[in-house]
């Protein structure tokens, strides 16, 4: 009998924001606890919230056991990690503070917005630990503002929004960025013709979108089981040579998400490609599809804090080039994809969606906001012949920030 213990803590303290003003302030503090026995090929488990005792836990997933949940794979071992990021960053004192001036500057150097939604310090603590020698630990901190902003002459009910996720928050680069984005959007502009454009795709917000496909058709289970459009393409190079797509754990990539994932696997450099230069490796796995399938596996296992772990969807990123968006674009006018949703990939891999919000973009300078469009493509284009890369540098000078540049079918929706 081989007992593990799981524990998780975060703590929220938003700012409510209504008409520009702070309406409200709320705070979260929950820890979820777990433990987990494995015996005879079988696990039990049992959780709880708050103040529950590890005893009182422990008693419950043994008789937990009886249920006979099957888990017939190795518990992880022998690693002691411990990272810590909590360093970084404001505290929490400090946010409401930080709150009232930010809304305050953002309203004074933009009269024509109103702004709402919120503004969250979150930390987070997560632990993995088993009697096998495995000490797994890892606390982070991070700000997010999510800033709906509404232009006070519109009819809309929010127009757009100016978000951040990171640790290194700074006001002064932040307000940089809302100007260039609000400035560029009471900018009315047309594009001179329907066609092919260099079209950068703002990962901040449409990474999920653009990236979908893999999600889907990269999981372990679907693509050994024929229906991934990848299936029995191993080995092959299907994409651009400049094309890496990694599932990642890294803090440098990820902020809140612990390195390791729910059955304790750790991979080298917190991460791992599925694609490097154009090839595809593998798909994404845990511990039963790794094994099912002898595959590698690649720390994809996710869940509940008290349900056995089972493949989830893991974070994925494009790995940047070593081109900053100036060179990328080259010194020719094309799109900023800012908002987009709506879209799909067709089973066959052609791609397409609405963009609810554009901007007329030359690498540099935001110039002005586009009507709405329709972008196209498809995943063997978007991302061989026509991928030009993800940029080495940030569009607004903060975290994140990255702008994955190809070549797409753009027309007008009006």
Do not use: W
């Not at 893999?214 to 459009?229: A, E, Q, V, W």
């Not at 540098?393 to 975290?399: A, Q, R, W, Y």
């Amino acid at each position: 009998m081989k007992k593990e213990k799981y524990v998780d803590n975060m703590k929220e303290t938003s700012l409510i924001i209504s008409a520009s003003k702070i309406d409200s302030v709320k705070i979260k503090d929950i820890t979820k606890k777990s433990v987990r026995i494995y015996d005879g090929g079988y696990i039990g488990i049992a959780g709880g919230i708050g103040e529950v005792s590890t005893e009182e836990l422990e008693k419950k997933a043994k008789e937990n056991i009886k249920n006979k949940i099957p888990y017939e794979y190795e518990i992880s071992k022998d690693k002691c990690i411990s990272i810590d990021k909590t360093s970084e960053g404001m505290n929490d004192k400090e946010l409401l503070s930080e709150g009232e001036e930010l809304l305050s500057r953002l309203c004074k150097e933009n009269e024509d917005f109103i702004f709402s939604h919120k503004i969250t310090m979150m930390e987070r603590s997560t632990s993995l630990s088993n009697d096998e020698n495995l000490n797994l630990s890892y606390k982070d901190k991070s700000i997010c503002t999510e800033l709906i902003f509404k232009e006070k002459s519109s009819s809309s009910i929010f127009d757009g929004f100016i978000g951040y996720e990171g640790r290194k928050y700074n006001r002064e680069q932040y307000l940089n960025m809302a100007s260039r984005i609000l400035k560029a959007y009471k900018n009315e502009v047309s594009l001179p013709l329907e066609g092919k454009y260099k079209v950068g795709v703002y990962m901040d917000s449409c990474e999920e979108l653009f990236l979908q496909i893999f999600s889907k058709d990269l999981n372990g289970r679907t693509f050994k089981k024929g229906g991934s459009i990848f299936s029995e393409k191993t080995g092959k190079k299907l994409f651009n040579e400049n094309f890496t797509l990694m599932q990642t754990k890294n803090p440098k990539d990820v902020c809140l998400q612990p390195y390791f994932d729910m059955e304790g696997t750790v991979t080298e450099d917190y991460s791992y490609n599925l694609i490097e230069n154009g090839v595809l490796l593998s798909p994404y796995t845990d511990k039963k599809t790794s094994k099912l399938y002898n595959l590698k596996n690649t720390a994809a296992a996710s869940g509940n804090y008290d349900e056995v772990p089972t493949l989830g969807v893991p974070t994925l990123k494009v790995k940047p080039s070593n081109k900053t968006l100036k060179e990328l674009f080259n010194g020719e006018e094309g799109i900023l994809v800012y908002i987009a949703s709506g879209g799909d990939y067709t089973s066959s891999g052609k791609f397409g969606t609405p963009v609810q919000l554009a901007f007329l973009f030359d690498g540099e300078h935001i110039i002005g906001r586009l009507p709405e469009l329709q972008i196209s493509s498809d995943v063997y284009k978007m991302f061989n012949e026509d991928f030009l890369g993800v940029c080495s540098d940030s569009l607004f000078g903060l975290e994140g920030g990255k702008v994955m540049v190809m070549n797409m079918d753009v027309k007008n929706m009006k």
